[in-house]
Every structure is written in C-alpha cells, then in structure tokens.
C-alpha cells in the first residue's frame, strides 16, 4: 500500500527534477540532431515570461488598394497599430520586383507579349515551378485568374495523369497500375533515362520497356477520367483544345476517348515516338464537363501530362515539386527539356523553391547560392531570352519555448536565393519581407481567420490567395511602367 507521504516524496522529486532541467536547459533546446530538438520551458521563462516576439504584419493589413484599377497600385506603407492580421484586410500591398538592367529588358519583352497576349495566334505561357509551397495551385491557381481575367486565356493548363495532389478545378482519375517516376525528391533508381517533360515527372500504366526484348504476349492497359469539379476560379472551368503529351513508347498504343456515360467519343492510335515529345490534341468538345482515355497496348509511353488550354491569352502551369530545392535543370536530358521549351515556346518562368533546405541550420549558405545559380545558368543557355523570376521562400518558424521564432537559417537562404538571381541577370522577388520578415509566420498562422497552416511552414488557400496578390500586384506594378513608358515613347 502506498501511503501519502511516498507519493509526496515522488510529487517533490519530480518538481526537483523539472526545476533542475528548467535551470540548465538552453533557450533554444537541446539539439539531439539536425531534425530532432527537445524544448523545455527554462526557469527564466516561467519566473518571468516573455511576450511572443512576433512580426507585426498590420503594415500589410492596413494597405487596402484597389487592384481592379491598375493606375491605382501604391507602394507606400502605412503606421502598424496591431500585431495580428484581419485576413480580409490583408490583400494589397505592393512589395517590388528587385532586378538587375538584364533583368529589366527580359521582363520588358516579356511584357510586350502581354500586351499583345488576347490577339496573339498562340497563348503566352508561364511555368511556375515550386516546392510543395504551391501544390494544388495555391499561389498559382489565383495568379492565373487574375492574368486570364486582365490578359485572356482559359482552362487550367498542365495537369498531371497520376496527381499527388488535385488542382482546384480539373479532377484526375487514373485506372489501372500506373506507375510514377520523378526527377525530384527520393532519387529514382529505376529510371532508364532522364528525359522529363515539364512536370518533370513520368507516368506509364506498364513498365519501361527493354527494346532488346519486344512484347508481343502481354496487353496492358490503363485509364484516366478527367472531370471538372467546378470549384475554384472561373477561368479555368472553360478550355478550347484538350493536348495529352507524350514519348519514348516502342509500340502503337491505341486511346479511345469516352464521355461521362462511357459512351465512345473517339478512336486513334499514339505512333511510336523514340526519344521524341510529341503531342496529340484529343478530339474532345470543349464543353464537355467529363471524358476519359483509355489505353491499350504492349507498351506505354512516357505520358508527360494533359493539357486544358486556350488557343490565346495566358496560360500559367501549376508544378509542384514536393521535397525539391529546386536543383533540377542541371539533372534533367538538356536537349531534350530544351525541345520542350521551345514546342511549347515557353515564355516566363517562375521559380519558388528554398523551403526544403531550411532544416540545414548552418551559418553559410554560398554552395547554395552555387547551385541556384548553376540552375539559373542552364536555363540561360537553353533559352537566353526568356526571362525567370525567382520568389524567395517564405518565412519558416519552429517552437522556441512556449512560443514561435524564425528559424535563424531562413534569411541566409532568402540572401542566398537573391545573389544567384542578380549574379545570372533574372528578377527577384522578396517573399520573406513581403509578409513581414523575421516571425512573421506565426502572425500569418494565427491570424483571424488563419491564412497559414499550424506546422508554421505552408500557407492556406486564404493566406496563398493573399500572397499571390502581392506577387500580381508587383508583376503589374512594373507592367504598368513599361507601358506608361512605351507610350511615351510612341508620342515621340
């Protein structure tokens, strides 16, 4: 039987060995590795407790101006008088374009493709490639709306036949055993080549093919349902041509296409394409809120996506790449991305990555900054006219004591993202400062309603839509220079 004064003899051990570990324990945790921190409120904390130190983001809240009107953007700031945002309030704020004269001529092009972008014979088209930051269309999907609202364009563009993620508006069911391979993330060991299209990420409903033994016993087949969930923006529900991409398949595959009653639409055959991307618009109504490919064949191609496109206005690729740093265009086939490139004549990219490198707190950052730029150098020689804009990466807390701070390494990456971006002559755009700099997240996630999620790294659709705002407005606050001076020019 345990009597009352053992189990105060254990009551006060502990309370001693709590006030012990309070006493000697860091502010900052003990670090057990580069992933794993154990956290204890310290005896300062609890005899004296600090205030969270959080960013006040009221600046950002308080800028209220009207976007429809694009002569009415307004980059001052005004005085911050609270700490949390009012998510409705918080959509205006310009944060400028940072970009060197190179910088300035590419996105001046870039821009006189805008311009012309309702009545061009093709759409002007803009790949945004992103950590998981921007799967499901967060940050892309309201970019897109508002520069199809402005300049024209319908319809979601790429979407992928084996999604991780669903976008907002196009639903994907793939049928069938399908497999995925990507150039990103966990290293794939099976692939055979890295010839990638633009998703970079492979999808085949049979195995890679050994062209030293032909299958002619095996019949493989697969499906994939596209369905319109209509939800999400406007512009993406309508599209104009339907274009399944595609490659390296050995053998004829045959695709019949069927409506949502399964009813036959059309029959056709992909021909071989060996070290080729081809494309193959489906016949398939622009009206039709459903339809589905079935394959059949010894073989599958490398199917690299379907695209939902008009035959104008813009049109803005949503390409996520969970667990990506962005180290990508050096690892791809070059010649084969650069056939892409051109086919699809790429005319912007944006490039969003930084959030996976976080974890490595380290006080140097410049083999990042190597990397980035050997990215950014590849992209250049594959297209030297095309402009890239660089978005830095959000601020990214961790738990210190009871409450939240910036990890220390964020604004080292931020900088480091900023030097690669200026040393190859593309543009930057400050996402860390845009939100508030240092601890800003936590305000973001505690916001009412909260515009981030609680693992104080990913923004919510409320918090992306804000964000992609801020992007918009910066990008249409340099279009409207370049137009304000290309008309004075005309004068003259």
């Known amino acids: 039987m345990i009597k009352p004064k053992h189990t105060l003899l254990v009551l006060i051990a502990v309370f001693l060995l709590l006030g012990i570990i309070s006493l000697i324990i860091p502010d900052d945790g003990w670090k057990i590795n580069k992933h794993i921190t154990i956290n204890f409120p310290t005896f300062k904390t609890l005899i004296n407790p600090d205030d969270p130190d959080y960013k006040d983001i009221s600046q950002i809240v308080n800028k209220h101006a009207d976007t429809t009107s694009l002569s009415r953007i307004d980059t001052t700031t005004t005085k911050p008088d609270t700490v949390r945002a009012n998510a409705d309030s918080l959509q205006q704020i310009t944060h400028k374009l940072m970009m060197t004269s190179q910088g300035r001529d590419k996105l001046h092009a870039f821009f006189k493709k805008l311009q012309d972008a309702s009545n061009a014979q093709k759409p002007v088209r803009i790949w945004h490639y992103g950590d998981s930051q921007i799967e499901s269309g967060r940050i892309t999907s309201f970019l897109r709306e508002r520069l199809q609202s402005t300049f024209g364009g319908q319809g979601p563009g790429l979407l992928s036949l084996y999604p991780v993620t669903q976008k907002l508006s196009w639903r994907i069911h793939p049928d069938g055993n399908w497999e995925r391979h990507t150039l990103f993330g966990k290293i794939d060991t099976t692939l055979p080549h890295h010839r990638f299209g633009p998703l970079l990420a492979i999808n085949r409903f049979a195995p890679f093919h050994n062209d030293s033994i032909p299958n002619d016993s095996l019949i493989y087949k697969g499906s994939v349902n596209v369905k319109n969930s209509f939800q999400g923006y406007k512009h993406t529900h309508q599209f104009e041509r339907a274009i399944l991409h595609y490659g390296n398949n050995y053998r004829p595959v045959q695709v019949k296409v069927t409506d949502k009653e399964e009813e036959p639409i059309h029959t056709d055959s992909l021909s071989p394409a060996i070290n080729e991307y081809n494309m193959w618009q489906i016949p398939v109504d622009p009206g039709k809120s459903e339809f589905t490919l079935n394959f059949t064949g010894y073989d599958s191609p490398d199917f690299y996506g379907l695209s939902l496109e008009s035959s104008n206005g813009v049109m803005v690729d949503n390409i996520p790449l969970r667990g990506s740093s962005g180290l990508i265009f050096t690892r791809i086939n070059y010649n084969y991305y650069l056939q892409q490139i051109k086919q699809f004549d790429v005319d912007l990219i944006i490039l969003q990555f930084g959030v996976n490198v976080v974890s490595d707190e380290r006080e140097d950052f410049s083999y990042y900054e190597r990397w980035i730029y050997n990215q950014l150098n590849t992209l250049k020689k594959m297209h030297p006219e095309m402009p890239v804009i660089v978005i830095g990466l959000s601020d990214m807390a961790k738990k210190a004591g009871t409450n939240y701070k910036s ?42 309603p909260p515009l981030a999620n609680k693992d104080f790294t990913h923004f919510n659709y409320r918090g992306a839509r804000i964000i992609s705002n801020m992007f918009y407005n910066a990008l249409m606050f340099e279009y409207q220079k370049y137009t304000k001076k290309t008309a004075e020019n005309d004068k003259k």
């Open 407 to 448: 990890y220390e390494s964020v604004s080292k990456i931020r900088d480091a993202l900023k030097n690669a971006t200026q040393r190859a002559g593309y543009v930057f755009w400050d996402l860390f400062e845009a939100m508030g700099g240092e601890n800003s997240m936590p305000s973001w996630v505690f916001a009412e």
